[in-house]
């Protein structure tokens, strides 16, 4: 009984609810491609980059602190350097790539760790999504943390067989280093994916029967203060000359 009031709680300290991660998302990844000034999109991308921060998401948020920054000077510099034409195209993609698209990776990286599967479904719930979406997105919570152990676990062992970059046997055969890597990869992808569907369904997804749930889950001040920083720092972006 303790255990499931343990459960029950609301989580303490900043904590975002679930639907309102999921309209940030939706705000992040849609106002990047509405306006293409400077000042709007390190407005868009500041939401992201203090979200992960703020659980703690530290390694990945620095990591796109770097690049972002690195695809702004480039987009100023570009202009002003004359680069071949398949080198200005690459620069052009992986600039357009990283301004556009990394913040809302980044939002989704925010959202899949700082949500359980518990959360995700009962907010759905709350918003009235059908099955045919709660299911598949409760597998996926719990398919890419069994896949990156997998694949740490497969990295582990290609070590200690030493088939990694830069050793001999990869210098004898690089193909080798693919083949060990992505083949046990993929039929591990396959076999956690069917193994989690079973166990969604055995644990009652599908049953037409309104379904409840003890993980509480409710709007607090930390989203009313969230999305009113959010929405300020958009317009006043928004309307800065260029």
């Known amino acids: 009984m303790e255990q499931l009031q343990a459960v029950a709680n609301i989580k303490k300290g900043f904590c975002l609810d679930p639907r309102?991660?999921?309209?940030?998302?939706?705000?992040?990844?849609?106002?990047?491609?509405?306006?293409?000034?400077?000042?709007?999109?390190?407005?868009?991308?500041l939401i992201p980059f203090v979200l992960l921060l703020t659980n703690r998401q530290y390694k990945t948020g620095i990591i796109f602190f770097i690049l972002f920054?690195?695809?702004?000077?480039?987009?100023?510099?570009?202009?002003?350097?004359?680069?071949?034409?398949?080198?200005?195209?690459?620069?052009?993609l992986l600039v357009g790539l990283v301004l556009r698209l990394f913040p809302a990776f980044m939002m989704g990286a925010y959202f899949i760790k700082s949500t359980t599967a518990s959360e995700c479904v009962a907010s759905l719930g709350r918003m009235h999504i059908g099955r045919q979406i709660t299911i598949p997105l409760s597998v996926l919570f719990r398919f890419i943390p069994t896949m990156q152990e997998e694949s740490s676990s497969i990295k582990d062992a290609m070590r200690m067989r030493e088939v990694q970059f830069g050793t001999k046997k990869f210098w004898r055969n690089p193909a080798a280093l693919v083949e060990y890597r992505f083949i046990p990869l993929m039929i591990s992808v396959v076999k956690i994916g069917e193994d989690l569907s079973a166990a969604a369904l055995t644990r009652g997804l599908d049953n037409p029967i309104k379904r409840t749930n003890i993980t509480k889950i409710a709007f607090t001040h930390y989203d009313v203060i969230t999305v009113l920083?959010?929405?300020?720092?958009?317009?006043?972006?928004?309307?800065i000359p260029q």
């Open 229 to 239: 920083i959010a929405a300020i720092m958009l317009v006043l972006t928004f309307f």
């Open 69 to 92: 920054t690195a695809g702004l000077v480039v987009q100023a510099v570009q202009n002003s350097i004359q680069f071949p034409m398949v080198i200005n195209m690459l620069i052009v």
């Open 20 to 45: 309102i991660k999921l309209f940030l998302m939706a705000v992040v990844a849609t106002a990047e491609f509405l306006y293409s000034h400077t000042a709007f999109m390190i407005a868009v991308a």
